[in-house]
């Protein structure tokens, strides 16, 4: 993996992100994504959020293990994504 080494402004806003950000150059073109070490969000969850947000997942898993027809591996969403981007082989 290449490393880029970041200037002190960066490292400060970095710091700053409370999630993942997109990384723009000067012109505001996307160059990519990053996800902070020390990513704040999840400690913003409260533990009734968290059980919330648990409790919607195994309901959801649960419609997916009744009709596994409507499921796709993350394989083919992978295929689908690069196809519609233009990048399939």
């Given at each position: ?8 402004e ?16 000067d012109?505001?073109?996307?160059i990519?994504y990053?996800?902070p ?11 009734e959020?968290i ?5 919607d ?5 649960e ?8 499921c796709?591996?993350?394989k ?14």
């Amino acid at each position: 993996m290449a490393q880029i080494v970041a200037n002190a402004e960066m490292i400060q806003q970095l710091a700053e992100a409370n999630g993942p950000i997109q990384v723009v150059d000067d012109q505001g073109r996307m160059i990519g994504y990053c996800t902070p070490m020390r990513s704040r969000a999840a400690k913003n969850y409260t533990p009734e959020e968290i059980e919330h947000r648990r409790k919607d997942l195994a309901a959801a898993r649960e419609e997916f293990r009744k009709h596994p027809e409507k499921c796709k591996t993350l394989k083919e969403i992978m295929a689908n994504l690069q196809k519609l981007s233009g990048e399939a082989t």
